[in-house]
Structure formats: structure tokens, C-alpha cells
């Protein structure tokens, strides 16, 4: 936007005659606005709340506010490219966002700002006003409404279509429960989770919604989006919250199926160390987020299960080996997905479905395959080949960053030794799952 990185305020509002005229001093973002868009053309989740009403069970205040507030770091994110902070990453964000109910989230205000502030790197100084989005009435059970039965339900689940998340379906299923299936869902995400769900969770509903994020033609949005999947998350809370009230129960699991390596996002090289780590499950996130539901009243519970396995521990130790072997080759995991939908296989996350695979000693049978099959071939080009030369430098003995110190780096770890060591522990597997996959595969490390 141009603004030689000086601090840029947004307001958040689900009304358009609240919105401020367009300025150079305010962006405005409309949410839950049906068809139409802010005075800047800009606008962010504009079906959520007859979706939400869909859900058939109603949502407390919190909840839904908690989804504003997500999403309003997620359109701050997505809007403001990080090429205009001074130093071409960390910006400075004021964001002003309008709740149904602001009162409890006022006294949090500085706990949400830490909070935001280790998930994307940029400095954030909220404040919140009245006049937001009320939780709709929940719609009745009629075929014509389309809305969900959660009456058996009993848990929640993130479900992205990648593989991690595609376990955590299955072995909740295999396990005697019965989750609900959250999903945010893009145009490639939505394919993929339509693919697995023909094989496993079929059962299982699914509440599936696309922020869809909307400019003007020729605006620049940000590629990072290091906050991508907190809206992921706000939209579970709600889904669980309504779990919660349709079964009648004061809390409700919210699961958020990922592999401790990727969890935790040491930084493979001294230069990952910011730019290029997300932290959206880390466990200093997840915690300080379920102390923010605990304060509000929110009836869940996040958790991670597999904190401490492996990506290759999870396809080994699946419990529904049949379902994931039918399921695998439909889930995405790649960081690069191109628009014909061909996983590249040479980014980072690709790297670490592929070692788990080899690991696990199962067929790899993504569908169309990799762009990059050879990883010798995307390291004999010039451009392109960075994380299969970082992940290389991370599996070798000669790091310059010792192990331990690079967990660290990558953000506050548990004050318990043994709960530390665990989590030193599962990286040093994970990338000793991918230096097996890379000498598999002719790369010495």
C-alpha cells in the first residue's frame, strides 16, 4: 500500500455505513458482508454468518468474537504487504475492530497482541468497539436450510485435506469418536478434502467456509500470510462451540492434528530464523490461545495429539492403515501448489510427507505425482532450490545451530525439562526421517 513503513491502521467493521471513507491514513475491511465490499473494495469472509446460522445450535458471543478478531488479523495480514514495513518484513498494525460484545476482550487486549505478534512477526496494537457482528439464530433442522446434525457429535476437528490432518480424522473415527469437521476451505483445498472425505470421515459432517479474501482489480496482497490458519482456528472454536451447546456439554475437544517437527518450525538455517518459520500450532501459541478461551468462557479445548510423533510416526502408527493407504495419495501437503495442482516436491513441507512415506516404508502415491521427483534435479537449479539445500544443511551433523538451540529459536518452550527434551527429541527424528529420504535419493548429508 505504500506507505514507507510507517504504522498502518484498519478498521474492521461488519456494517458498511460504519465503515470510515477511503483514506490514506485508514484501511477500511468489511467482514461478513454478504455481496458487498469497503470503500477501498476490500472485504473478508462475506458468507460466515448464514453459514454459521447453519450450524443449527447457537453460538455464544465469545466465540463468534474470537472469529472476528482472527479474521481482522488475518485481512490486516493478507492486505497490508510486508514490502511496505521499513525493513521489508516486521510491520506495524493498528487494528480497531468492532464485536458484538467487546467487554471481555478489552482486559486481554495486551495478551492478544503478544500473541499475534510471535504468529506473524509485526507489532500490533489493538482496541475493540461496539456495534460487531451478533452470533446469528441458529436455523432450523429443515432439509431446504441445509443445516448440519450435530446432535451425535462429539468432538471437532481441523480437516485441511493434507496428510497430517487426514490422520487425525481417521484415527478420531477408528478411536470410537465422532468429530465434526472444520475446514477452511480455498478452491484446491476443497477438492482435496472432497477426494479424502470419499474414502475416510464420510460419515463425519463437515463445516467447511472460504474467507475469501476481496480486492480491487491490480491490488497487491502479501504471499506470507503467517496468520493464514488463526482464522482456521476461530473457525473451529465456533464449530466446537456449537458442538458444545447442541450435546450439552461444557467443553468440547478441539483437535488440531500436526506433526511435532512442523509444530514446533525449528528454522533449519541461521537465515530462517524469522521469515521463513510459521507458528501457527506451536505449542507457546495454542497454549497462550486456550488461556485467552479460558479467560472469555469458551467451552474448548485445543490440543495437538501429536505434539511428539513424528509426520512418518503418524503414517506408520495410523490407526486405520486401509483408509489412509486410499486416502494418502488424494491429500495436499505442498507449500507450492501450483495451479494445475501438481505438489512440487522439493518445498519444505513436501520434503517431510515425502520422509514419511519412506519412513513408514508405504507407497507414495500422490496423485499426478511431484513436479520435482529427482530432488537432484531441483538442486541443479539455480532458482528454486533453497529448502532442499536448508533441509540438507539442517540434517547434517555439521549445522552450525546445535538442535536444542534451534527449537528454542523457534519460539518459548514448556519451563518442564523432560516435556523440553521431548520436544528436542521428535525434531531430531523428523529430520532424521528426511536425511534418510535425501541419501534415498542420491543428496548427502
Known amino acids: 500500500m505504500g506507505r514507507g513503513g510507517a ?3 484498519l478498521v474492521i467493521r461488519s456494517e458498511k455505513t460504519a465503515m470510515p471513507s477511503a483514506s490514506p491514513e485508514e484501511v477500511g475491511v468489511l467482514l461478513y458482508s454478504g455481496g458487498e465490499r469497503g470503500p477501498g473494495g476490500l472485504a473478508i469472509a462475506r458468507n460466515y454468518v448464514d453459514e454459521v446460522a447453519r450450524l443449527g445450535a447457537p453460538v455464544p458471543q465469545v466465540a463468534l468474537d474470537f472469529l472476528t478478531i482472527c479474521l481482522g488479523v488475518v485481512a490486516a495480514d493478507t492486505f497490508v504487504p510486508r514490502n511496505d514495513a521499513a525493513d521489508g518484513w516486521a510491520r506495524e498494525f493498528e487494528l480497531d ?27 500490533w496494537s489493538l482496541s475493540f468497539t461496539d456495534g460487531g457482528q451478533d452470533a446469528p439464530k441458529p436455523r432450523r433442522r429443515r432439509k431446504r436450510n441445509r443445516v448440519l446434525d450435530l446432535r451425535d457429535r462429539d468432538s471437532a476437528c481441523l480437516f485441511s485435506g493434507g ?7 481417521i484415527d478420531l473415527i477408528a478411536g470410537g469418536r465422532a468429530p465434526l469437521l472444520v475446514s477452511s476451505a480455498g478452491r484446491l483445498d476443497k477438492q482435496a478434502q472432497t477426494a479424502v472425505r470419499r474414502h475416510v470421515g464420510a460419515l463425519a459432517p463437515q463445516f467447511a467456509l472460504n474467507p475469501a479474501p476481496t480486492t480491487p482489480r491490480g491490488f497487491t496482497r502479501d504471499v506470507s500470510m503467517r496468520t493464514r490458519s488463526l482464522g482456521f482456528i476461530g473457525l473451529g472454536v465456533v464449530a466446537a462451540s456449537a458442538v458444545a451447546a447442541d450435546v450439552g456439554r461444557t467443553s468440547i475437544d478441539l483437535v488440531i492434528p500436526e506433526n511435532g517437527p512442523i509444530s514446533l518450525n525449528a528454522p533449519l538455517t541461521s537465515r530462517r530464523i524469522g521469515s521463513l518459520s510459521t507458528r501457527t ?14 479467560s472469555v468462557g469458551a467451552p474448548v479445548k485445543l490440543g495437538n495429539p501429536y505434539q511428539f510423533a513424528t509426520k512418518g510416526e503418524m503414517v506408520a502408527g495410523c490407526k486405520d492403515s486401509a483408509a489412509l493407504s486410499t486416502a494418502a495419495g488424494s ?6 501448489l501450483q495451479r494445475k495442482a501438481i505438489q512440487c516436491g522439493k518445498c519444505v513441507p513436501c520434503i517431510f510427507r515425502r520422509a514419511a512415506f519412506h519412513h513408514a516404508g508405504i507407497a507414495d502415491t500422490t496423485k499426478k505425482g511431484y513436479r520435482y521427483k529427482d530432488l537432484c534435479r531441483a538442486l541443479s537449479e539455480p532458482t ?8 540438507m544443511i539442517a540434517c547434517s551433523n555439521g549445522r552450525r545451530t546445535p538442535l536444542r538451540r534451534a527449537v528454542m529459536l523457534g519460539g518459548p518452550l514448556p519451563e518442564d525439562a523432560a516435556t523440553r527434551d521431548l520436544m528436542v527429541d521428535v525434531s531430531r527424528r523428523g529430520l532424521g526421517e528426511v536425511a534418510s529420504f535425501l541419501r534415498s535419493q542420491g543428496l548427502k548429508c
Open 97 to 123: 475492530v468492532a464485536l458484538g460484545d467487546p467487554e471481555p476482550w478489552r482486559e486481554l487486549v495486551a495478551d492478544l497482541e503478544r500473541a499475534f505478534a510471535f504468529l506473524s512477526g509485526d507489532s
Open 331 to 336: 491429500t495436499i501437503s505442498c507449500g507450492k
Open 7 to 9: 504504522r498502518v491502521k
Open 384 to 391: 528454486g532450490r533453497d529448502d532442499v539445500l536448508a533441509m
Open 281 to 294: 500450532t506451536h505449542p507457546y501459541l495454542l497454549r497462550a490461545l486456550q488461556e485467552l478461551l479460558d
Open 163 to 169: 496428510l497430517d490432518s487426514t490422520i487425525g480424522a
